[in-house]
């Protein structure tokens, strides 16, 4: 199996039925395509919904990328290799009302070659995370369960590890350990190994990637109608705040993106269309808002 080629058609395989899936909730908005080119090699498709019914602003993205290894670049993948390959699909999906959450994804696949173009290195990353505004446990036990499925299809050791793994990444730590959102999981550098076959990695991979509708639109379904109000909104920009926060200060992605001489606009397709830095802005004791901060300063084992 050629690795490279078969996960660069799986992401556009993937994103075709993840935009279609999303507009059919939608019930009004459309992706518009955007087909862009790196200098340097590849390119990629950036599908982006703007101010739709349900969602006010959503991205799935491809990428197949390819060129020298940077000074900048070696250092933050902390390698000795000379030209890279990297493959993927990224979304990020910031709905119009605050009681449906924020959800994010990623699947990727990269290599690393010498100088006579011999591969030296490859692995695979990837994951989901949701972030709510307002928590609802039922939503967040189905969102960990369907990834939990998913996993132990695989490895039963899987979804622990890969859930801490996303509760300590997705962590603004320079705001004392608060989280980005209630998680999910988050794998990484996942190579072949005496255990583990390239192949079995792949598709470990892709049934991950194949959960995400599964884990996320049904919770969409079930929150949109729920009603708002000004105050919901104010803190669902609060928080939004706070996602900005992360992307821009600690997330590997938009680092790697935007070292690599990466598309700038489908990297920051991640940041969503209105937030607020109010300052100091703490919610009161017993409000739904601080029960979400509870939550995000420690997270819970959902399954």
């Given at each position: 199996?050629?690795?490279k080629e078969?996960?660069v058609?799986?992401?556009?395989?993937?994103?075709?039925?993840?935009?279609?899936?999303?507009?059919?909730?939608?019930?009004g908005?459309?992706f518009?395509e955007?087909?862009w080119e790196?200098?340097?090699g590849g390119?990629?498709?950036s599908?982006?919904l703007s101010?739709?019914?349900?969602f006010?602003?959503?991205?799935?993205?491809i990428?197949?990328?390819?060129g020298?290894?940077?000074?900048?670049?070696?250092k933050?993948?902390?390698?000795t290799?000379s030209?890279?390959?990297a493959t993927?699909?990224?979304?990020?999906?910031?709905?119009?009302?605050?009681?449906?959450?924020?959800?994010?994804?990623?699947?990727?696949?990269?290599e690393?070659y010498?100088?006579?173009?011999?591969?030296i290195?490859?692995?695979?990353?990837g994951?989901?995370?949701?972030?709510?505004?307002?928590?609802?446990?039922?939503?967040?036990v189905?969102?960990?369960r369907?990834?939990?499925?998913a996993?132990?299809?695989?490895?039963l050791s899987?979804?622990?590890a890969f859930?801490?793994h996303?509760?300590d990444?997705?962590n603004?730590?320079?705001r004392?350990d608060?989280?980005?959102?209630?998680?999910?999981?988050?794998?990484?550098?996942?190579?072949?190994?005496?255990?583990f076959?390239?192949?079995f990695l792949?598709?470990?991979?892709?049934?991950c990637?194949d959960a995400?509708?599964k884990?996320?639109?049904?919770?969409v379904?079930?929150?949109?109608?729920?009603?708002?109000?000004?105050?919901?909104?104010?803190?669902?920009?609060v928080?939004?705040?706070?996602?900005?926060?992360?992307?821009?200060?600690?997330?590997r992605?938009?680092?790697?993106?935007?070292?690599?001489?990466g598309?700038?606009e489908?990297?920051?397709?991640?940041?969503p269309?209105?937030?607020?830095?109010d300052?100091?802005d703490q919610?009161?004791s017993?409000?739904?808002?601080a029960?979400l901060?509870?939550?995000?300063k420690?997270p819970k084992?959902?399954c």
């Open positions: 199996m050629d690795l078969e996960f058609r799986y992401c556009s395989d993937l994103q075709t039925k993840i935009c279609g899936a999303l507009e059919e909730v939608d019930g908005g459309k518009e955007d087909r790196r200098e340097g390119g990629g498709l599908c982006i101010d739709g019914k349900v006010e602003k959503a991205g799935v993205n990428s197949r990328v390819q020298l290894v940077t000074p900048s670049l070696a933050q993948l902390n390698t290799g030209y890279f390959f993927g699909v990224s979304l990020v999906i910031h709905p119009l009302s605050p009681m449906v959450p924020t959800t994010h994804a990623n699947f990727r696949y990269f690393l010498d100088g006579q173009m011999k591969k290195d490859g692995w695979f990353g994951g989901s995370d949701l972030t709510p505004y307002y928590l609802f446990e039922q939503d967040a189905h969102f960990h369907t990834l939990k499925e996993c132990d299809l695989f490895d899987f979804y622990p859930k801490k996303c509760d990444y997705f603004n730590t320079h004392g608060e989280r980005r959102g209630i998680g999910g999981i988050f794998y990484d550098y996942l190579r072949s190994d005496s255990k076959t390239g192949e792949f598709g470990f991979s892709k049934t990637g995400f509708i884990a996320y639109l049904p919770i379904q079930r929150t949109k109608s729920f009603p708002y109000s000004e105050n919901h909104r104010r803190w669902q920009e928080r939004r705040g706070r996602y900005v926060e992360f992307n821009l200060l600690h997330d992605g938009t680092l790697f993106g935007l070292k690599s001489n598309r700038t489908s990297i920051l397709m991640s940041l269309p209105r937030v607020r830095f300052y100091h919610p009161r017993g409000t739904p808002e029960e901060m509870d939550v995000l420690k084992n959902w």
